[in-house]
């Protein structure tokens, strides 16, 4: 089990603890603006790029639907032709340049992907990987990005993250659940965790979760070996792969039962709940990251028809956080 002390979502390196870090954004910011001002203040503040998940990596990508996903969601993409996908893997942390293993990122990948739909709109689906979150809202999001900017080695026991912890076991479920390392991007499962409503043609309505699983498996390596490989050995890895040909990956969605919490993320559905098979994922070539990811943005309420968001506070917090992020990090 890895210390509470040094870990908290890639957001507890006492090196990156600026002094001042738990300065809180003016009274009048929203929660998201207050939220981006903290993990700036974790961090520092790097120019041009995400106040979190500021590492990653764009592939272009395809989506083709499984025969009878439109049972589920009268969505676009699960019907038909496949789908052109903008994918960009990342790793949580505002640390442009730390390496994989960095603590700042808390072990904690991403996967962003832009559905470019028919019609020209698009739908966005963003995925982490791990299943479930360490709080179930922004306000404890906040309290736990500034327990964490207050807690460096010098300050006295508890802690200020000692403290949150001890109120919040979800948060210590969440931050000592192993997080092995990936042979690459490709061979990570990720999880959307939190919930979407999904309804079909008939206007049958059925919560759920995505979850996105590697082809042939999820496939790690050993700590001892992770510490050893190239810095970037994640989106390396995956780009040598697909010199092979693509990368696959299945799309499902986790359905809920009737009494199933959907508004709270750190609670996890069992995983004897139905999956739907939605499609397959397949990675097929590395794009100019450098080029392009300044402009890319994903939302988690960027959705197509047939896909509403729950009433997870998560969802319209992210939505505020990432607006204000991309208004920084594109800012002349
Ligand atoms: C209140 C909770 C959260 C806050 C404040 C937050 C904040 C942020 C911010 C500021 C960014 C950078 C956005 C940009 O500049 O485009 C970001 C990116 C990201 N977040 Fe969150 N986040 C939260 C919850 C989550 C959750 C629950 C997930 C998992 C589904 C998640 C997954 C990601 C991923 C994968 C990215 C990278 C997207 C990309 O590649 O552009 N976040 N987050």
Not at 109 to 134: V, Y
Not at 147 to 153: E, H, I, K, L, T
Not at 257 to 284: C, M, N, Q
Not at 317 to 332: D, M, N, P, Q
Request: charged share 20%; net charge negative; proline share 8%.
């Amino acid at each position: 089990m890895r210390s509470l002390q040094c870990i908290a979502l890639g957001f507890a390196v006492s090196a990156l603890m600026t002094a001042g870090a738990t300065r809180a954004g003016a009274e009048d910011d929203s929660l998201g603006v207050r939220l981006v001002n903290q993990m700036n203040a974790l961090y520092g503040r790097h120019p041009g790029v995400r106040a979190n998940h500021a590492k990653g990596a764009v592939f272009e990508g395809t989506f083709t639907p499984a025969q009878g996903a439109d049972a589920l969601s009268s969505a676009a993409f699960l019907k038909g032709a496949p789908t052109p996908l903008v994918i960009r893997f990342s790793n949580a942390g505002g640390v442009p340049d730390a390496p994989d293993t960095d603590p700042s990122t808390d072990r904690i990948r991403g996967m962003a992907i832009k559905f470019k739909l028919p019609d020209g709109s698009e739908q966005d689906m963003i995925c982490i990987s791990a299943n479930g979150f360490p709080v179930a809202n922004g306000d404890d999001f906040l309290a736990l990005l500034q327990a964490v900017g207050a807690s460096g080695p010098d300050v006295p026991k508890p802690t200020p993250v000692e403290k949150f912890l001890a109120g919040h076991p979800a948060t210590v479920a969440f931050v000592t659940a192993p997080k092995p390392v990936a042979v690459s991007y490709g061979t990570q499962p990720y999880f959307g965790i939190n919930a979407f409503k999904f309804t079909n043609a008939q206007g049958t309505s059925k919560f759920g979760r995505y979850r996105i699983e590697p082809d042939g498996g999820p496939a790690f390596v050993s700590d001892e070996e992770a510490t050893h490989r190239s810095p970037n050995a994640l989106a390396d890895n995956l780009r040598a792969a697909l010199d092979k040909g693509p990368v696959k990956f299945h799309l499902r969605v986790q359905v809920a039962a009737a009494d199933d919490p959907t508004t709270d993320a750190t609670k996890v559905w069992p995983d004897s709940r139905p999956t739907v098979e939605l499609g397959e994922i397949a990675v097929t070539k590395a794009l100019d990251t450098k080029k392009i990811e300044n402009e890319l943005l994903f939302m988690p309420t960027n959705l197509t028809g047939g896909i509403d968001a729950s009433d997870d506070p998560l969802i319209n917090t992210r939505s505020e956080a990432y607006a204000e992020s991309f208004g920084r990090r594109t800012a002349k």
